[in-house]
């Protein structure tokens, strides 16, 4: 706070603001000139506009628009103007991170307003609200259920992150969970902390991208001026084979669940899901929401239609939409008879339903088969999953060189390129041998 003399010789008060004020979009300093270039009384009318500004000021809290911090400058300090005896009333805010960067000038008030304007203040909201109001938007969109919960409990870990770890470090009394709090050093700070808790690549790379999700909607709703995770990635890929991460279903361990006395003592419901995903590639979620109707004869071959014309049907894309030829070993072990009792009293083809608030439709199966597996000692975290059948289908027909193009197809992949790099696993060696054969011969 001090006198500044303007090359007009006309005496201003200026007053410096917090950085953390300025970092939300405040002001740098506030200049008011004292319409007067006698210096004794410059002094005088000082006092008066100097005390009624850092009034203003430290009553400043997270609730204070900026615009309205500014009208309420302009109406107090022309009311004290008005016993001073001059011409042109002036009230300058320079708007900038870094002081030196915009060199101080008088503008008219007239001037600062369209400033003002064009600076745009940015409303203050908390991140938890901001966040109900982020996944209300989402959920006005074509976007799955599953998908909104992961945006929610993502961004969520990050708030919860944030509040807890004392990531940001504010002045005075100021709500840190405001959204236009958050800085790019807090969000690698962020990024930082993921790295550490144990989660895959892919995994983190997921947290980070809802993440930067959110903060681009604030930025889109004027909550915040940038998005603080713009810059910030993961870091280095993993050098594994995408193919490395993706665990399938060994031979001895299919044998060791489809022999078990648990697996031939469960339910039709849950022997033909589990088979339809070993031996047709399907998701766990497709093969529990079909409906007897979606088994059907496509020019004379038995196939089973993926599909979301039914009620509460989902697809994960346009792509999972397809006919799959039913293979050869479910129809000699009476699938086929299966779906035709099943058709005249149901139009599920099995008893699943959609549970929770997504409506995972393999949630109850998922639940049933990690039971049955510890039934017969496969122990947790060491064992395929569900999503591992389909892995195993699509590595085996890479193992029996099967045109990448056609297993897209069955699998329902938009990009037929990811079907054997991400999910069939490295070709046997002695495929790979007998390829190799034909260069022998041809050594003339």
């Known amino acids: 706070m001090y006198l500044y003399r303007a090359p007009n010789n006309v005496y201003f008060t200026r007053i410096c603001l917090a950085k953390y004020l300025r970092d939300k979009g405040f002001p740098f300093d506030v200049k008011v000139s004292l319409l007067t270039r006698d210096r004794a009384e410059a002094v005088i009318r000082n006092i008066d506009v100097a005390g009624a500004l850092k009034k203003i000021i430290k009553s400043i809290d997270h609730q204070t628009r900026i615009n309205d911090f500014i009208r309420y400058v302009d109406e107090v300090i022309n009311h004290l103007r008005a016993q001073f005896d001059g011409n042109e009333t002036d009230i300058t805010f320079n708007i900038t991170q870094k002081p030196h960067a915009i060199p101080n000038r008088e503008t008219k008030l007239s001037q600062h307003r369209e400033t003002t304007a064009v600076a745009q203040a940015k409303p203050v909201i908390g991140l938890i609200e901001a ?43 100021t709500d840190v969970k405001c959204v236009h709090d958050i800085t790019s ?77 648990a697996f031939n003592d469960s339910t039709a419901d849950f022997k033909w899901v589990t088979l339809m995903m070993l031996y047709g590639g399907l998701r766990p979620s497709e093969a529990c929401q079909l409906l007897s109707s979606d088994i059907k004869q496509v020019d004379g071959v038995d196939c089973i239609r993926v599909d979301d014309s039914g009620a509460g049907q989902r697809l994960k894309n346009l792509n999972a939409k397809r006919y799959v030829p039913i293979h050869k070993y479910l129809l000699e072990l009476g699938f086929i008879a299966f779906v035709e009792q099943r058709k005249s009293t149901h ?35 060491q064992r395929p999953t569900s999503y591992g059948f389909r892995h195993t289908f699509i590595d085996e027909m890479k193992q029996l060189d099967i045109s990448e193009h056609i297993v897209a197809q069955i699998v329902g992949h938009a990009n037929p390129n990811i079907t054997y790099s991400r999910y069939g696993k490295d070709v046997k060696v002695p495929l790979c041998q007998d390829c190799c054969h034909p260069l022998k011969s041809s050594n003339n």
């Open 347 to 381: 139009t599920q083809l099995f008893d699943y339903k959609p549970v929770g608030i997504i409506e995972d439709w393999s949630k109850t199966y998922c639940k049933q088969l990690a039971k049955l597996q510890t039934e017969i000692g496969m122990q947790a975290n």
């Open 131 to 173: 966040l109900s109001a982020f996944i209300i938007s989402k959920q006005k969109s074509a976007i799955r259920p599953l998908s909104i919960k992961q945006l929610e409990q993502r961004t969520r870990h990050f708030i919860d992150t944030v509040s807890s770890k004392s990531i940001l470090k504010t002045k005075l009394k």
């Open 185 to 261: 050093a807090d969000a690698m700070t962020y990024r930082d902390t993921l790295l550490t808790q144990g989660r895959s690549y892919k995994s983190n790379k997921e947290y980070l991208a809802a993440v930067f999700q959110f903060f681009k909607w604030c930025q889109l709703m004027n909550y915040s001026s940038l998005n603080p995770f713009e810059s910030v990635t993961v870091g280095q890929k993993p050098k594994a084979k995408p193919n490395q991460g993706r665990n399938r279903w060994t031979a001895p361990e299919l044998k060791r669940l489809i022999r078990s006395t």
